[in-house]
C-alpha cells in the first residue's frame, strides 16, 4: 500500500452540505442501527436512492426505517428513530448508497418497506409538509421476488419520482399532495438485472495503492477536522468502506481542474463518480485490515464536494472548450440563471445517465443536463467535471377514472371531467399500482401491468399526446385503488 498524509483540506461549504443534506454513501457496519444485527450467516444489502428532475426548490425526505419482507422472513436494513434526511433532488440523474447492510437473513422476499416521518417541499420560498399515506409506512412491491444469497450483495436501486408524486391542489388546507410514484429496480442477484442510474458516492480517502484506494465515510486516524465540524453521524455509519479503481479515471483539484491521481493524498474528502454495474459485483470481504465491501469503477474523482446544477444547454463548445449553461428555475440558488461552463479535452466526463460514456457532439444546445463541478460565484463559471445528459423533464398530466381496459391492446380509456381519453402503453411505460395494505400500510406496486387495471381506478398519466393515434403515449401511470 502506498500512504501518503498531506495537509488536511476540506472546504467548509462542504461540512456544512454534509450535516444538512444526506446525498452521499452511508455504510453501516451492520450492527448499527440495523434490526439484522443478530443474524449471521447471510448475505448483505445495498439500497440506492435516485430521483429525476422536479420543479420545486428541495423535496427534502426523512427515512426512519427500511425493512425487506417475504412470506417467512422479515429484516430491517435500516433504523434510525430521529431519520435520516434526503433532498431528493440533489439526486437528478445520479444513485446515491442509502445504506448497506450485512448478515441479512437469506431466502426470497417480495416487499420493501419505507417507513417516512415527513416530506418537505419548499416551493416559492414556502415550506409545505404533505401527508403521506399509509401513516408513512410505502410497501413496495416488484412484479416477482427478490432473494438475498449468503456470501453476495443484493443491490437495489428506489427511484422517487418528486415530479410525478408531488402534485399542486386549488383547494383544501394543502398546498401539495403526495402519491407516491416510486420505481425499484434489481441491480444484482437471482433475478434479471436492470441496468441503475450513474453512481455518485462521497467519502475520506484512507489508503492508496497505485491502481485503487479505499473511501470510506470515517476519516482515517490523524486527521484533525476544522473546529465547527460534528463527527456525531460518523459514529452510526460504521467502518466499512468501498474500494475504488482508477484505471481511466479523471482526478479534479479543490478548484474543479484537471489533476493527477498522485495529487490526491490520505485524508482528503472526493467525490466519486462510478459506473453503476461495478457496484459491489464481488463477494464481501471485509476484514479487519481492509473493512471493504465491495468495488466500484471511477469514471471522476473530485476533490472535496461538488455542486451539481440542472438546467439546459444554449450554446455548442466554443474554441475554449465553453459553453452556456442555463440553470433551471427551480430554486437551486444560483441568480443569475445564465453561466458558463469550462470542460476540459480528455478529463470531463460525458455520459448518459446510466453512465455510458458520450463524445461532446452529444452536448448539443436545448439539451437538459445536470453539471456536476466547482462553481465560481464572481466569474459566474463553473468548472465541470462531470456532465449527465437527463431526459425532458415535466411530461404532461392527465388525470380521471379508467373507464375501460383493453389489455390485448396494452390500452385504457381515462374520463377526464367527462371527456374520454385514450391512453397507449408499451414497454418502456411504468405503471404503479397502490392499495391499501395490511396495518394501515401503503402497499405500491411499482411494476403492474396493463392488465392489473380495473374499471373505476383513480389514475394520474404522465405522457405526451400523439397526434397520429389521437391517444396519450405514457411514460408513467400511477393508480389508486379503495384509498
Given amino acids: 500500500m502506498r500512504k501518503r498524509k498531506r495537509d488536511w483540506r476540506f472546504p467548509l461549504a462542504a461540512v456544512f452540505f454534509l450535516l444538512i443534506v444526506f446525498t452521499g454513501i452511508i455504510l453501516l457496519a451492520g450492527c448499527s442501527g440495523s434490526g439484522s444485527s443478530s443474524n449471521t450467516g447471510g448475505g448483505s444489502v445495498a439500497l440506492l436512492l435516485t430521483d429525476g428532475p422536479a420543479p420545486y426548490e428541495s423535496v427534502t425526505v426523512t427515512v426512519t426505517k427500511v425493512e425487506l419482507i417475504g412470506d417467512t422472513v422479515r429484516t430491517t436494513i435500516f433504523s434510525d428513530p430521529a431519520g435520516k434526511e434526503v433532498d431528493l433532488l440533489d439526486l437528478a440523474g445520479q444513485s446515491v448508497l442509502f445504506t448497506l447492510a450485512t448478515n441479512v437473513p437469506e431466502g426470497p422476499y417480495e416487499k420493501i418497506r419505507l417507513t417516512i416521518s415527513d416530506l418537505t417541499v419548499l416551493s416559492g420560498g414556502m415550506e409545505y409538509h404533505p401527508h403521506i399515506p399509509g401513516n408513512g409506512k410505502l410497501d413496495l412491491n416488484p412484479r416477482t421476488s427478490f432473494s438475498v444469497i449468503p456470501g453476495e450483495t443484493l443491490v437495489i436501486q428506489v427511484d422517487i419520482d418528486c415530479e410525478k408524486s408531488i402534485h399542486l391542489i386549488e383547494t383544501g388546507s394543502e398546498k401539495f399532495v403526495f402519491r407516491p410514484v416510486i420505481f425499484v429496480d434489481i441491480l444484482s442477484g437471482a433475478r434479471p438485472v436492470k441496468r441503475g442510474k450513474l453512481l455518485r458516492l462521497e467519502g475520506f480517502v484512507t489508503d492508496i495503492s497505485e ?268 393508480v389508486e385503488r379503495g384509498l
Avoid at 485503487?212 to 486527521?223: A, K, Y
Avoid at 484505471?247 to 453503476?276: C, H, M, Q, R, W
Avoid at 387495471?453 to 405514457?474: E, T
Fill in 211 to 478: 491502481d485503487s484506494f479505499l473511501l470510506c465515510r470515517r476519516p482515517p486516524d490523524g486527521v484533525i477536522l476544522p473546529m465547527d465540524f460534528e463527527a456525531g453521524p460518523f459514529d452510526s455509519w460504521g467502518e466499512a468502506c468501498v474500494q475504488v479503481l482508477v484505471n481511466g479515471t479523471s482526478f479534479f483539484s479543490l478548484s474543479g481542474e484537471p489533476e493527477k491521481y498522485d495529487d490526491i493524498g490520505v485524508g482528503e474528502f472526493v467525490t466519486v463518480f462510478a459506473i453503476p454495474e461495478s457496484l459491489f459485483v464481488i463477494e464481501d470481504v471485509e476484514s479487519p485490515e481492509t473493512p471493504y465491501r465491495g468495488r466500484v469503477e471511477a469514471l471522476t474523482v473530485g476533490e472535496g464536494h461538488l455542486l451539481t446544477l440542472r438546467g439546459i444547454v444554449r450554446s455548442p463548445l466554443d474554441e475554449n472548450d465553453a459553453l452556456k449553461f442555463e440553470i433551471h428555475p427551480d430554486g437551486q440558488g444560483i441568480y443569475p440563471l445564465d453561466i458558463v461552463v469550462q470542460t476540459f479535452p480528455e478529463a470531463t466526463k460525458l455520459t448518459d445517465r446510466f453512465g455510458n460514456l458520450l463524445d461532446e457532439s452529444a452536448l448539443v444546445p436545448l439539451t437538459y443536463a445536470s453539471v456536476s463541478g466547482v462553481f465560481h460565484a464572481d466569474l459566474l463559471t463553473m468548472n465541470g467535471e462531470f456532465i449527465v445528459l437527463l431526459s425532458p423533464p415535466y411530461a404532461f398530466k392527465h388525470v380521471g377514472t379508467i373507464e375501460s381496459v383493453d389489455p390485448e391492446e396494452n390500452s385504457f380509456t381515462l374520463n377526464e371531467n367527462g371527456t374520454s381519453t385514450c391512453v397507449a402503453v408499451d414497454g418502456e411505460t411504468r405503471i404503479i399500482l397502490a392499495v391499501s395494505a395490511g396495518g394501515g400500510a401503503y402497499e405500491v406496486h411499482v411494476d403492474a401491468g396493463v392488465d392489473d387495471l380495473l374499471p373505476g381506478d383513480n389514475a394520474i398519466v404522465f405522457g405526451r399526446d400523439n397526434p397520429v393515434s389521437g391517444c396519450v403515449d405514457a411514460e408513467a401511470i400511477f
